[in-house]
């Protein structure tokens, strides 16, 4: 896998505000998170959303010319609904099935330290 097209994101998080996050609310349940696979460098999981969940994230987080998601920032994607363990990165929306979101993060990821 290469490297991830920052130009495919939104120039900095757009956080999602609290009438969005009601219309999202009753799809967050059933949001499917696929099994994890890997390659010798990464793991990776793809990401379900309800076809009907893509009528109600707001419209700056897709690209117009291609009518899918852009690549979300982690704020962005947690702030919709989705939930997983740190570490993992939106690298890719499969076009054919653009409520289909794929993820990736370094095999054996260990979140940084927290100074005390």
Sequence with gaps: MGEIDHG???KKPRLINDAER???QEFIDL???SPRYSDDKYEYRHVALPK???KVIPKDYF???KGTLK???EEEWRGIG????LGWEHYEVHEPEPHILLF???INYQPPMVDQ
């Design 71 to 73: 690549l979300l920032w």
């Design 31 to 33: 949001i499917h998170y």
């Design 22 to 24: 009601q219309k999202l």
């Design 8 to 10: 495919r994101r939104n």
């Design 52 to 54: 009907g969940m893509l």
């Design 104 to 106: 990736k993060r370094p």
């Design 63 to 65: 690209d117009p010319s």
């Design 82 to 85: 989705i939930m997983q363990s």
